[in-house]
């Protein structure tokens, strides 16, 4: 009889539990820098441990090889049936990364080539169309063509709303990788698509969370102590390695999805008391004044970086915090 009973809660409740799960895509330039890869381990390793539901990745790049190289990752990652779409609509594909060409040719990856993979706003549209209303979390760790499409994107097969609307009914929040606070310009809001940056900003009505380079650039992780812990058989201690040997890196994209979990809390806090200002070229400023739906993330007062890279680093390996 308590057995039963078991089954039966268990069967009640878990519909319940899954709902409570953030349901997160990712969207990632992975080619330029390393970060991309630690963070992609870290969401692998949350997914694993029921704190997040990753839905897919968003590939933003205009590298060929950062397709089959996520590809690559999810496969190493028992992540294969893991939806992955590619930003289309691109003029010219150059290979420029220190470690997606080789990532690509060293491990095995279900993706034969990018421009076999679905596109970003099919991908995008079509994971945000199956999931519950104002459930989902976006995580842009790149520049943001392929946010700028969805939202410019009409209605099609997957759902009668158009982009904006789509993208009003079904998320919840979205975390960025991006800006300077609180002022300055950086690479993902700058390059190579400010144009973008500047959409997205002027038209997303939703709450934004901005972790800004001034954070990720405190925490160092990828370096001598992530190696002696690594498999030196898989694709992430490839990346390092071809990146630079294992030197060190700031945790830009690791400190944003870090945001996922209950210990971010602890360690950081989140300024809503303003705005952020662009300009046309990407740079930006944080302007002082009444609370809204964009923040900015902070240290608290104390906080010694170094602890948040050692929980980054653990999430990188796969344990539990």
């Not at 459930?135 to 009668?160: C, E, F, M, N, W």
Request: hydrophobic fraction near 40%; aromatic fraction near 10%; proline fraction near 4%.
């Amino acid at each position: 009889m308590k057995k039963r009973l078991i089954s039966v809660l268990v069967i009640f409740l878990l519909p319940l539990f899954v709902l409570a799960q953030q349901r997160v895509i990712v969207d990632t330039d992975i080619d330029s820098d390393v970060d991309d890869a630690g963070t992609l381990a870290m969401l692998y390793t949350l997914h694993k441990q029921h704190k997040i539901n990753l839905l897919g990745t968003i590939v933003t790049s205009d590298d060929p090889f950062a397709a089959t190289c996520v590809s690559a990752f999810n496969a190493y990652y028992g992540m294969r049936k893991l939806p992955l779409g590619f930003l289309e609509g691109q003029s010219m594909l150059k290979n420029h990364s220190r470690y997606t060409r080789q990532i690509s040719e060293e491990f095995p990856h279900d993706l034969a080539s990018w421009n076999e993979a679905e596109t970003a706003t099919n991908t995008y549209r079509k994971l945000l169309a199956g999931s519950p209303d104002h459930s989902v979390i976006i995580l842009t760790i790149g520049h943001l063509s392929s946010l700028q499409k969805l939202l410019q994107s009409p209605a099609d097969r997957y759902s009668p709303l158009n982009g904006k609307q789509l993208v009003e009914a079904k998320v919840k929040k979205w975390y960025c990788m991006g800006g300077l606070f609180p002022e300055g310009k950086e690479a993902n809001f700058s390059r190579p698509d400010p144009a973008s940056t500047v959409y997205c900003l002027a038209n997303w009505t939703k709450e934004v969370v901005f972790c800004g380079w001034e954070i990720g650039q405190q925490i160092l992780t990828g370096d001598s102590a992530l190696r002696a812990m690594l498999t030196s058989g898989g694709p992430m201690y490839r990346a390092y390695e071809l990146y630079n040997n294992f030197d060190g890196r700031a945790s830009w994209d690791q400190v944003t999805a870090f945001l996922l979990t209950d210990q971010a809390a602890h360690y950081f806090d989140m300024d809503n008391a303003g705005h952020c200002q662009l300009e046309a070229d990407g740079s930006n400023r944080w302007i002082p004044g009444k609370s809204g739906n964009q923040f900015i993330v902070k240290f608290r007062p104390g906080i010694d970086p170094r602890k948040v890279a050692a929980l980054i680093t653990d999430l990188m390996l796969g344990k539990d915090l």
